[in-house]
């Protein structure tokens, strides 16, 4: 190995390292457009993976552990974030939810993928390791 493959190896590490460093540790709690526009400024380059919900909806309440479980286990390669829709009607709408939860996949402010309903485990994680970068 050169060294010029030894400083392109250190040079990956070292962003890998500050990435990781400006990763949200935990799920993000959308309460504006705002913030939905700031978190997709900041994090342009990252795919964020929005869960739409409401407290009176069951479905979501199931749904709730399986993405705090993903959440947990991908965020060092995704954004997690919530927005509830009855808080937020007017970003549920501009993103055409009609029912929920609804999982959007968001990269560099184009809509990736759109799950509706309640996600399993596994074909979330499978989907998440798919595009995982």
């Keep these: 190995m050169s060294d010029n493959d030894l400083e392109k190896i250190r040079q990956r590490k070292v962003e890998l390292l500050l990435n990781m460093q400006r990763m949200p540790n935990g799920i993000i709690t959308i309460n504006s457009e705002q913030d939905l526009t ?3 400024n900041q994090f342009n380059d990252k795919i964020i993976v929005i869960d739409f919900w409401a407290v009176w909806c069951s479905p979501c309440k199931i749904f709730a552990p399986i993405f705090e479980k993903l959440q947990q286990e991908y965020y060092t390669d995704f ?3 919530k927005i509830n829709v009855d808080e937020n009607p007017l970003i549920a709408q501009s ?3 009609s029912s929920i939860p609804t999982t959007l996949f ?3 402010g184009k809509l990736l993928r759109k799950f509706v309903g309640v ?3 596994e074909t979330f994680r499978q989907f998440l390791e798919k595009v995982k970068p």
């Design 38 to 40: 700031r978190l997709t």
């Design 79 to 81: 954004i997690f974030a």
């Design 95 to 97: 993103f055409g939810i």
């Design 106 to 108: 968001i990269k560099e």
């Design 119 to 121: 996600m399993n485990y």
